[in-house]
């Protein structure tokens, strides 16, 4: 089940190309500009993040707000990412050296580029590679953070699938916006409304002004994709809340929405496209029936050895013996062993590439040459072929996966609430003020 989409790297997902006089930053003195229950955040990673981010609109700096509206919003940021960091090791949530290579071989490919070459731009911005790492660790601890919630908190009902399928609210299109959150905390005060009101609407005022949505998010919204001027891409109505959806339909494409009340603060969207969805109907499913055996490869049977053992089933077979009892004598696949090597009926793609390349080259009743995949040695033989209709399976399935989106989001939304009115923070930073209590997520 897709719980969650792909990782969300914040000010890390792409790496800008530096300016030719790009130099790096002077270092001052290091100090406390936030207590976060027992940590702290240090102005040189309040820096770091700063230079990260006017670095990445380096090619567009009238984009950003004033340095210290900046500052505000990062050091909220990073108040939230402290919170969840500690949150997360309480939790038992942790990750590897591995895990870290992978999401940084993530941001690479973003950014169409080796590795190797990643850590090069990234130094030549004047960014410590080591730091930089360190902030892809902790994104990617936030993210399993994210699923252990969504894991443990939301469950989706049969009754909810079937009202979404049999209402008619699947295939309706897509919707492309961009979002902007003034937040609340939770038990909000009158005032704190009325000052999230106020922000809201001074949004709105700036904007119907002339000033472009992408530097409107930056400078006044609450939701993790800020820095990224709150565009949230192509997303299907059912997972957006149904308020966002209907203020989408009365906007035209480019308009942008007067201030909307959620239960976590204020919205504005602006409608960037819509597309329709895809037709209903038919989805017929090529479906095979098979039976295999395995020659497995481990620490007593080298590939060499496990080769050999199916060269020799696979001749006995040739020659005549039965597929169904050679499986039962000799194969290695101790779950369809007694079965008689009964693989039951299965779309292309259930056991893998090598399995389902066998068996789409075959007529029913054919063998396979001996493959190999990363257990072991295998023949293939095909029993019969048949199309279904999975339109009906494949629905319930979309709805059940929107749903708990939905659900996940709200869910880490109210966690991230709920934490941070527990939570100790004294802000250090001169002129700021704490806002790191509203908002965080998006729709």
Request: net charge negative.
């Amino acid at each position: 089940m897709k719980i969650l989409s792909a990782l969300a790297f914040a000010l890390l997902a792409t790496v800008a190309v530096p300016r030719a006089d790009a130099q790096p930053a002077i270092q001052p003195l290091d100090r406390i500009v936030a207590v976060v229950d027992e940590d702290v955040v240090l102005q040189s990673e309040l820096d770091s993040q700063v230079n990260a981010v006017t670095t990445q609109y380096a090619s567009n700096p009238s984009q950003l707000p004033p340095r210290d509206v900046l500052e505000r919003q990062l050091l909220s940021r990073l108040i939230v990412q402290k919170l969840q960091i500690a949150r997360a090791a309480t939790s038992g949530v942790k990750v590897s050296d591995a895990d870290v290579d992978q999401a940084m071989t993530q941001i690479a490919r973003q950014n169409n580029m080796e590795l190797s070459q990643l850590r090069g731009a990234i130094e030549s911005q004047g960014i410590d590679f080591n730091r930089f790492r360190e902030d892809v660790a902790e994104q990617v601890v936030v993210q399993r953070l994210r699923q252990r919630i969504a894991q443990s908190r939301v469950q989706v009902s049969d009754a909810e699938i079937d009202s979404l399928v049999r209402n008619g609210k699947l295939n309706q299109g897509q919707l492309h916006i961009g979002y902007i959150l003034v937040g609340l905390p939770d038990g909000a005060t009158p005032e704190q409304v009325d000052e999230a009101h106020a922000k809201a609407t001074e949004a709105k005022q700036q904007i119907d002004a002339g000033m472009d949505f992408t530097a409107a998010a930056i400078r006044y919204s609450n939701a993790d994709n800020a820095l990224q001027g709150g565009d949230l891409g192509w997303r299907n109505r059912n997972e957006l809340p149904p308020p966002l959806v209907e203020a989408a339909d009365a906007l035209p494409e480019g308009g942008v929405s007067a201030p909307i009340r959620g239960p976590n603060g204020f919205h504005l969207i602006k409608l960037i496209g819509k597309r329709d969805g895809g037709a209903g109907g038919e989805k017929l499913v090529t479906e095979y029936k098979a039976r295999h055996i395995l020659a497995r490869i481990d620490e007593l049977n080298d590939d060499a050895k496990a080769r050999a053992k199916i060269d020799t089933v696979r001749a006995r077979v040739a020659g005549g013996e039965d597929f169904e009892a050679v499986a039962r004598e000799t194969s290695d696949d101790d779950t369809t062993k007694a079965l008689g090597g009964d693989l039951g009926w299965f779309p292309v793609d259930s056991y893998g590439a090598g399995v389902g390349e066998a068996v789409k080259s075959l007529s029913p009743g054919e063998v396979s040459q001996p493959f190999r995949t990363n257990v072991g040695w295998h023949i293939v033989k095909l029993d019969e072929v048949r199309n279904t209709d999975k339109a009906g399976e494949m629905q319930r399935e979309e709805a059940r996966n929107i749903l708990f989106q939905r659900k996940a989001e709200d869910e880490y939304e109210s966690f991230l609430r709920q934490m941070r009115s527990e939570a100790y923070v004294e802000i250090r930073l001169p002129g700021a003020e704490d806002t790191s209590s509203t908002g965080g997520g998006t729709p």
